[in-house]
């Protein structure tokens, strides 16, 4: 392997390489487990009334990095609540973040997201439950919104989707978790 004269020295070779061999075994690692058990697909981004609302692209955080950062969540906390076999095949066909851009505030306030009860996370989805041999167990859609999104408290006042993200955690308990007696 030739290095660029910025990292020459042999320390730094030695990191260079290694993280270039944990990144080489990850996405080993990561090709060996196969399909996901749950699958999240998004309707095209210009039929989103999150990204038809914001035409400027306003924010720090863009359409493709909110779109896997929540299909992320919704992978990781399905997984936790589905049977062991079963698979979740989510398509989400609509979402309008919480909060809303006014940049007729003042100036400098273009990219903040205000959070305002009239500003809800809404989510229509539909889904689509599968038992172990792929045969349809549950399937259905669903229009989710938390009009009472700002007087529950967050889970974590940093993430800037933690309403969003709590909008499909409700979603997930109510429609998948076991019934308790």
Do not use: C
Request: hydrophobic share 40%; aromatic share 8%; glycine share 6%.
């Amino acid at each position: 392997m030739k290095f660029p004269d910025s990292i020459r020295s042999t320390p730094v070779r030695f990191l260079v390489a290694g993280l270039l061999a944990v990144g080489a075994s990850t996405a080993l690692a990561d090709a060996d487990k196969g399909p996901a058990r749950v699958q999240v697909t998004w309707a095209p981004a210009e039929q989103l009334t999150e990204v038809k609302d914001n035409p400027i692209n306003r924010g720090w955080i863009r359409t493709s990095d909110w779109e896997k950062m929540l299909a992320d969540h919704l992978r990781a906390r399905a997984d936790r609540v589905l049977p062991e076999g079963q698979q979740l095949h989510v398509a989400i066909d609509d979402i309008k973040l919480a909060g809303s851009f006014e940049p007729w505030r003042r100036p400098g306030m273009d990219d903040a997201r205000i959070m305002k009860d009239i500003y809800p996370p809404r989510m229509r989805l539909h889904y689509r439950l599968l038992s172990n041999d792929g045969a349809t167990i549950r399937e259905g859609e669903a229009k989710l919104t938390d009009g009472a999104f700002l007087q529950r408290s967050p889970a974590s006042s940093t993430d800037p989707l933690r309403f969003d993200k709590r909008l499909i955690d409700d979603w997930l308990r109510k429609e998948f978790a076991p019934a308790r007696s």
